[in-house]
């Protein structure tokens, strides 16, 4: 499993949100990021009880999802995905730093030129959020 995920994504800290691929093939992806207290965000949301921002949480899905059909050399290298949009959000859980998110990541309908998946962001055994999204596929 390549796990060099700068190899796998285009994003760049600070906002790159996935620290391994755990798995990856064509149904399903699991990714996982710990959330530092040192996260760009946390300063104004909220500075005395941080707080995930939710779309963030969306972004970490989406991003497992990218890498993890990086990984398994469904996307091209040269090729980069855009959300188009985001449908089926639920935020069920408030994830606080320190927190290990566990992406759990279903491949919908993955075709060259659009992503559609669905997935769940989990802490420990309870659910923080959960989505479906569609990505458009483009070349640099």
Known sequence: MN????????HRSPFLFVDE??????????A???FTEKEFFFAGHFPEY??????ILIETMAQSGGAGLRCIGA?????????????KVKF???VRPGEDVRSEIENLRVSSNMIKQAGKAYVGDEIAA???????????
């Open 130 to 140: 959960e989505a479906e999204w569609l990505c458009l596929v483009g070349n640099r």
């Open 3 to 10: 796990n060099d995920i700068e190899a796998l994504l285009p």
């Open 92 to 94: 069920r859980r408030q």
């Open 32 to 34: 996982r990021h710990v």
């Open 75 to 87: 996307l091209g290298g040269d090729s980069l995905f855009f959300l188009a949009s985001v449908d």
């Open 50 to 55: 941080p707080v995930v921002p939710g779309v």
């Open 21 to 30: 691929i755990v798995s990856a093939d064509e149904k399903r992806i699991v």
